[in-house]
């Protein structure tokens, strides 16, 4: 199953009354939230629902990914805590490196490579195969969007069909994450949102009917609430730098 992160940015202007203060050269900070869906068909008939989600936020060259994760505490074999974490990923945009910092206070902030934590975001480059095949159909929606359709048919993996429907909009300029590069700059828009439809298919291999499902990669702008602990982690990223350099 392909894997992707998306994304939509909402501007923000932020109002600090502390010592923390926006650089006017860099701008106010973006932010926008990717998540999919993905539903998962099991040999009893039942469905089991993948989700999974994260969040990018821009400050003038800088990125930062805020990444979720589950923290288990164990006492002698035994669950004692179990509970939703986050921790943030601070990177030049032009950098192969950044620094990985925890909400707890117990793990120390550490430098790692791009790559490591790139492979959470939902970017993938098996989307550039599309730019060989011809596009099914092409239509606007109601909102101007750009939505191009195509039809798979089976492979040798999995039986069935599959209609794959990508939007396109030109109100998203300045975001940097993406599901495409190569499919954005082909089609000179961004993506925003794709749909995956799994028709409905027998599967010899199983002895059993699996049924229509959809996958769903979606980016969504979303407003700066927490500008104060976000521009925190930008201004710690930028005096580690300056320790190094």
């Not at 990177?91 to 117990?106: E, I, N, T, V």
């Not at 195969?129 to 159909?137: A, I, N």
């Given at each position: 199953?392909?894997?992707?992160?998306?994304?939509?940015?909402?501007?923000?202007?932020?109002?600090?009354?502390?010592?923390?203060?926006?650089?006017?050269?860099?701008g106010?900070?973006?932010?926008?939230?990717?998540?999919?869906?993905?539903?998962?068909?099991?040999?009893?008939?039942?469905?089991?629902?993948?989700?999974?989600?994260?969040?990018?936020?821009?400050?003038?060259?800088?990125?930062?990914?805020?990444?979720?994760?589950?923290?288990?505490?164990?006492?002698?074999?035994?669950?004692?805590?179990?509970?939703?974490?986050?921790?943030?990923?601070?990177?030049?945009?032009?950098?192969?490196?950044?620094?990985l910092?925890?909400?707890a206070?117990?793990?120390?902030?550490?430098?790692?490579?791009?790559?490591?934590?790139?492979?959470?975001?939902?970017?993938?480059?098996?989307w550039?195969?599309?730019?060989?095949?011809?596009?099914?159909?092409?239509?606007?929606?109601?909102?101007?969007?750009?939505?191009?359709?195509?039809?798979l048919?089976?492979?040798?993996?999995?039986?069935?069909?599959?209609?794959?429907?990508?939007?396109?909009?030109?109100?998203?300029?300045?975001?940097?994450?993406?599901?495409?590069?190569?499919?954005?700059?082909?089609?000179?828009?961004?993506?925003?949102?794709?749909?995956?439809?799994?028709?409905?298919?027998?599967?010899?291999?199983?002895?059993?009917?699996?049924?229509?499902?959809e996958?769903?990669?979606?980016?969504?702008?979303?407003?700066?609430?927490?500008?104060?602990?976000?521009?925190?982690?930008?201004?710690?990223?930028?005096?580690?730098?300056?320790?190094?350099?």
């Amino acid at each position: 199953m392909y894997k992707f992160l998306i994304a939509i940015i909402a501007f923000g202007s932020i109002s600090l009354h502390s010592c923390i203060a926006i650089n006017k050269t860099k701008g106010s900070i973006k932010g926008a939230s990717l998540l999919y869906h993905i539903p998962v068909a099991n040999r009893d008939g039942s469905i089991t629902d993948l989700n999974s989600s994260y969040e990018v936020y821009y400050y003038g060259d800088l990125n930062m990914y805020k990444l979720n994760y589950q923290y288990d505490s164990l006492v002698n074999d035994e669950l004692k805590l179990r509970e939703d974490r986050n921790n943030f990923f601070v990177f030049h945009k032009d950098s192969a490196f950044g620094y990985l910092f925890d909400r707890a206070p117990s793990l120390p902030d550490r430098r790692a490579r791009l790559d490591s934590v790139k492979i959470n975001s939902f970017e993938n480059y098996r989307w550039d195969s599309l730019l060989t095949m011809k596009v099914d159909s092409v239509f606007n929606d109601s909102e101007g969007n750009l939505i191009n359709v195509y039809k798979l048919p089976p492979t040798k993996d999995y039986p069935g069909k599959f209609t794959y429907y990508f939007y396109y909009t030109k109100k998203l300029n300045g975001i940097r994450e993406t599901f495409s590069k190569n499919l954005e700059e082909f089609n000179k828009m961004k993506i925003f949102k794709i749909r995956m439809v799994i028709h409905e298919v027998y599967h010899e291999k199983y002895k059993m009917t699996l049924p229509e499902r959809e996958s769903y990669y979606e980016m969504k702008e979303i407003p700066v609430i927490n500008s104060k602990q976000i521009l925190e982690y930008f201004n710690k990223y930028e005096k580690l730098i300056n320790i190094r350099s």
